[in-house]
């Protein structure tokens, strides 16, 4: 059984940073691609960003381009999303993916395995 189990969310100020880890289990790290969607109060989730089974390509969603980078430690079977010049917009509750078709996709339908989540809240 896989399982993502995420951390690293809380308060910050704008402007700050914050790193998210997913920690995965029952699945290599190399066998999925991976990814970070969110969600704010009231609005639909959105993806964030991606990384592929084999880590050479990454894919954001343009608000955060630039911003956040994503990444993967295959010895920790971990992922992670570095998170920089957060802004209050950035708020959200935020999710780690994982899609056994392994392309560093944006669409949520193509991830089968989901974390329960981590609250970012950004303060202006």
């Known amino acids: 059984q896989v399982q993502l189990v995420e951390s690293g969310g809380g308060l910050v100020q704008a402007g700050g940073s914050l790193r998210l880890a997913c920690a995965v289990s029952?699945?290599?790290?190399?066998?999925?691609?991976w990814a970070w969607f969110r969600q704010a109060p009231g609005k639909e989730r959105e993806f964030v960003a991606a990384?592929?089974?084999?880590?050479?390509?990454?894919n954001y969603a343009d608000s955060v381009k630039g911003r956040f980078i994503i990444s993967r430690d295959n010895a920790k079977n971990q992922f992670y999303l570095q998170m920089n010049g957060l802004n209050p917009e950035d708020t959200a509750w935020y999710f780690c993916?994982?899609?056994?078709?392994?392309?560093?996709?944006?669409?949520?339908?193509?991830?089968?395995?989901w974390g329960q989540g981590t609250q970012v809240t950004v303060s202006s």
């Open positions: 990384i592929s089974r084999d880590g050479a390509i990454t």
């Open positions: 993916a994982g899609s056994p078709r392994g392309v560093a996709t944006n669409t949520g339908l193509y991830y089968s395995y």
């Open positions: 029952g699945r290599t790290i190399t066998s999925n691609a």
